[in-house]
């Protein structure tokens, strides 16, 4: 093994007498280089941008959510405070969640009214999302807070006295339904800010004061929906959720925020995915020129090989000089293109001199498992390569 690396370190490093073969050698470790960078790099910025669109959802999505396995609502009693009280919970709020027709003037949408307590900016982070006016004042019982989806459809702004934005729920019941006034409840709210996070949060979503939500929809004081919840370690979810899930028993359920947006991340993962296979399928052609750059240095050295073979080197040792020659090679450009791409990953990170638009720059993760991925991908794919290509020797060739 010694013998075949000695020689595929100096076929590697020494210049061939055919310029054709040199030129061929350093396409080959151009392409390994190029192919490196542009794996490495994409991978780092499809970490950013799921990092980037995953923040949006860790404002508007607690760590945890408690829900009633049968029906919209339970009521918090104190064997549902006490499970929610201990030191793996920094906090937790109420909440109330229901579908809900909106008319502002002439024009209407049906998005979900979502009642939160005073509780609710410790669990959620939600007055970060405001862009215009102000969160929830709980002083003001009929305040509401608008998406900018909703916003846009119903041409509804903050603070605009004049007209009242009406909010509709059925009222529960069973026939046909005979008049709008006896079917159902009504209130009327005041727009008091307008938040942007997503398309589909901003179109889905208008907050107002649990005691509002529990007028309209006929709720007791202590009747909610879900309780959301923010853990002291984030690295504890899943035990905590597991005990909570103990405690509260099947009546319950509790959820993560992955659980929570579980399409959401699925779509992330397999973007990543596709990206990670697109480029490497552009690394495995530029492999090709590996294989080129390796069959052409068999041809060339074919005097020496056959040198060696009458010197009594076996076919098999001598396939395995071509073999660690395509692997060095790979190794080679793997490395300088790492050594590239790393620092540029980083800079960009700390500093965002390639920008999205003049405010934005592109979002990049710096992860130790993307370097893996690349190492693993390439030395995988370039010994292959080279064993591919050493498959050319046959004794038949250096007789």
Request: aromatic share 12%.
């Amino acid at each position: 093994m010694n013998f075949s690396l000695y020689i595929a370190k100096r076929y590697l490093f020494s210049k061939s007498n055919n310029n054709a073969i040199n030129i061929i050698t350093s396409i080959a470790t151009i392409g390994v280089i190029v192919s490196t960078i542009a794996l490495f790099v994409v991978l780092s910025v499809f970490s950013g941008l799921k990092t980037f669109s995953l923040s949006f959802i860790q404002t508007a999505d607690p760590d945890l959510k408690i829900t009633s396995v049968k029906g919209k609502s339970f009521f918090f009693n104190d064997s549902v405070q006490s499970s929610v009280i201990n030191d793996k919970i920094s906090g937790y709020t109420k909440v109330i969640e229901e579908r809900a027709f909106f008319n502002y003037r002439d024009k209407s949408h049906i998005a979900v009214i979502k009642g939160v307590d005073s509780n609710y900016l410790s669990v959620n982070r939600m007055d970060t999302a405001v862009y215009f006016g102000e969160w929830i004042n709980h002083g003001a019982k009929y305040a509401t807070v608008v998406g900018s989806g909703i916003s846009n459809i119903l041409s509804v702004g903050a603070y605009d006295y004049m007209e009242a934005l009406k909010i509709f729920v059925p009222k529960p019941g069973e026939g046909f339904i005979t008049s709008a006034k006896t079917t159902f409840n009504q209130v009327n709210t005041q727009p008091i800010g307008i938040y942007k996070l997503t398309d589909e949060i901003d179109k889905k979503y208008v907050y107002g004061t649990l005691e509002l939500v529990q007028e309209l929809l006929g709720y007791k004081h202590d009747q909610i929906s879900a309780i959301e919840l923010k853990l002291a370690n984030q690295k504890n979810v899943k035990s905590v959720q597991g005990e909570l899930q103990e405690f509260l028993g099947r009546n319950y359920k509790v959820e993560t925020r992955q659980q929570l947006n579980s399409v959401f991340y699925k779509m992330l993962n397999t973007e990543n995915l596709a990206s990670y296979l697109v480029f490497t399928l552009i690394l495995i052609i530029a492999l090709f020129n590996v294989i080129g750059a390796i069959v052409m240095m068999i041809i060339d050295k074919k005097d020496n090989l056959k040198t060696l073979f009458h010197l009594g080197t076996e076919i098999k040792v001598i396939r395995r000089i071509f073999v660690l020659h395509g692997f060095l090679l790979t190794i080679f450009g793997l490395f300088v293109g790492l050594a590239i791409a790393i620092p540029f990953v980083l800079l960009q990170k700390k500093y965002g001199f390639i920008m999205i638009t003049q405010s934005l720059a592109y979002p990049v993760e710096f992860y130790l498992i993307n370097i893996l991925s690349v190492i693993i991908t390439i030395v995988v794919l370039g010994f292959i390569a080279a064993k591919i290509a050493s498959g050319r020797i046959s004794k038949k060739l250096i007789e």
